[in-house]
């Protein structure tokens, strides 16, 4: 292991995506590993919103038809864009609400419980959100979450067993929702193997992709996937509370959605009136009112990046950071007490180093106030994101060396262990 900063000066040399940095705006004198929580800024997403502003002031209500982008279809065209992305064909995808509103529309289109089947299948480890949501769906069909919501546990507390999964696919069980990366650990689930074991037993099968879309390639329509959601505003950069997106395979069109509203209509309808809804012929049925255009404007310039840089080389990149991250933590800081606590193999680590330690609040505290930016997981988990995008492997040399430093003079100290409103 070469732990020369030179080292790290000659990967970004080699990097071929070294130039989409200054498309970004860093914070000035920060290294901001945070960017599956809260990706940044960039130019080109700022110019989309400006141009959507623009398009308001100049069209009024023609700018549902007029303009560069006409508002009526920029759900659907943001949908296509985000396809490659997850794998997808252009139709099965649309930007529509947000990841908690878009799991309860396809909770609500795909929970058909009936006779003995009455379960929804998810897991221990999941985001408090998910699982709020699930538990509402059964709720609302009469189910008490208690013995209807099965949670399949970890071992470890941080990484799931396929195995386990699958022995859960009962024959009780009506849906399964599973997050396609774990917002702790990071372990990207199998979701091929999942989804194919999911329908041997004729159970459908949704994945959260908030933490894989735009850092993990997806196949999800050759995965035979039922449906998926995700948010904007991790890897794909589009800004705080951007729209969300969902894909419902192609084999579902036609049906009406569960929740419905008249955005769920076919284009051509929508405006003829009807009390009896036509739902769209694509994903688009699964939208419900009037789209957010001003908080899905900066994904038309976001995803711009994505298309020109390629899932495939972002992915090949992001691996290379996250491998150099946690080669540099197993030689420069052994000793202090820290547990690389995501799964190591390519094929299971998604986009961010999970670390373990005793005093993780304080630690990310002392690396903020030095200009590093991580993200504290209560009760003892950091999570350092190094994004393909924008950040180097300089920024990663730095952090450990900035790590180093406060581990050796214990600089944590000045700081409570405690996780502030935020974290
Ligand atoms: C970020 C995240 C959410 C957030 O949901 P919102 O509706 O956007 O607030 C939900 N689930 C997972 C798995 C997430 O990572």
């Known amino acids: 292991m070469n732990t020369e900063k030179a080292y790290a000066a000659n990967l970004d040399q080699q990097d071929k995506l070294a130039k989409f940095r200054d498309e970004f705006y860093i914070p000035h004198d920060t290294i901001y590993l945070d960017g599956n929580s809260l990706g940044l800024l960039s130019k080109r997403a700022e110019q989309a919103i400006e141009d959507m502003v623009k398009s308001w002031k100049q069209y009024a209500i023609d700018g549902w038809t007029e303009g560069d982008e006409p508002w009526y279809y920029l759900s659907e065209k943001l949908g296509a864009m985000s396809?490659?992305?997850?794998?997808?064909?252009?139709k099965e995808v649309v930007v529509t609400g947000s990841t908690t509103t878009n799991l309860h529309q396809l909770s609500a289109s795909f929970y058909k419980p009936g006779g003995t089947r009455t379960k929804i299948l998810a897991?221990?480890?999941?985001?408090?959100?998910?699982?709020?949501?699930?538990?509402?769906?059964?709720?609302?069909?009469?189910?008490?979450?208690?013995?209807?919501?099965?949670?399949?546990?970890?071992k470890d507390g941080n990484i799931l067993d396929?195995?386990?999964?699958?022995?859960?696919?009962?024959?009780d069980v009506a849906l399964i929702v599973l997050p396609a990366v774990l917002y702790r650990s990071g372990q990207v689930l199998d979701m091929k193997t999942l989804t194919h074991e999911a329908h041997k037993r004729g159970i459908p099968i949704g994945f959260d992709l908030c933490h894989s879309i735009g850092s993990v390639p997806h196949q999800l329509s050759d995965w035979g996937v039922d449906f998926?959601?995700?948010?904007?505003?991790?890897?794909?950069?589009?800004?705080?509370?951007?729209?969300?997106?969902?894909?419902?395979?192609?084999?579902?069109?036609?049906h009406e959605p569960g929740l419905a509203g008249w955005f769920s209509s076919s284009k051509e309808k929508q405006f003829d009136m009807e009390h009896t809804l036509t739902p769209a012929q694509n994903a688009g049925a699964y939208q419900i009112g009037t789209p957010h255009l001003l908080?899905?404007?900066?994904?038309?310039?976001?995803?711009?990046?994505?298309?020109?840089?390629?899932?495939?080389?972002?992915?090949q990149k992001s691996l290379l950071l996250t491998h150099y991250l946690m080669e540099l933590i197993e030689s420069e800081l052994t000793g202090y007490g820290f547990t690389i606590a995501n799964p190591k193999s390519e094929t299971e680590r998604g986009g961010h180093v999970f670390l373990e330690h005793p005093d993780a609040a304080r630690i990310c505290k002392a690396l903020k106030a030095d200009g590093v930016i991580p993200?504290?997981?209560?009760?003892?988990?950091?999570?350092?994101?190094?994004?393909?995008?924008?950040?180097?492997?300089?920024?990663?040399?730095?952090?450990?060396q900035i790590l180093k430093t406060i581990m050796d003079e214990e600089r944590y100290k000045y700081f409570e262990n405690e996780r502030g409103i935020i974290a």
């Not at 396809?83 to 252009?90: N, Q, S």
């Not at 908080?295 to 992915?315: D, Q, V």
């Not at 993200?375 to 990663?396: E, H, Q, S």
């Open 83 to 90: 396809a490659p992305l997850i794998g997808a064909e252009a």
């Open 123 to 154: 897991d221990a480890l999941n985001f408090p959100s998910d699982i709020y949501a699930l538990k509402s769906q059964l709720q609302l069909k009469g189910y008490d979450p208690d013995d209807h919501l099965i949670q399949v546990e970890s």
């Open 162 to 171: 396929t195995r386990d999964i699958v022995s859960a696919m009962t024959d």
């Open 228 to 254: 998926a959601l995700w948010c904007t505003y991790k890897h794909l950069n589009a800004g705080p509370g951007s729209v969300a997106g969902l894909y419902v395979n192609r084999k579902h069109f036609g």
């Open 295 to 315: 908080s899905a404007a900066p994904l038309l310039g976001s995803l711009e990046m994505f298309t020109k840089a390629g899932i495939a080389n972002i992915r």
């Open 375 to 400: 993200d504290f997981r209560k009760p003892n988990g950091i999570r350092l994101a190094p994004v393909a995008l924008y950040n180097t492997f300089t920024d990663v040399w730095e952090t450990i």
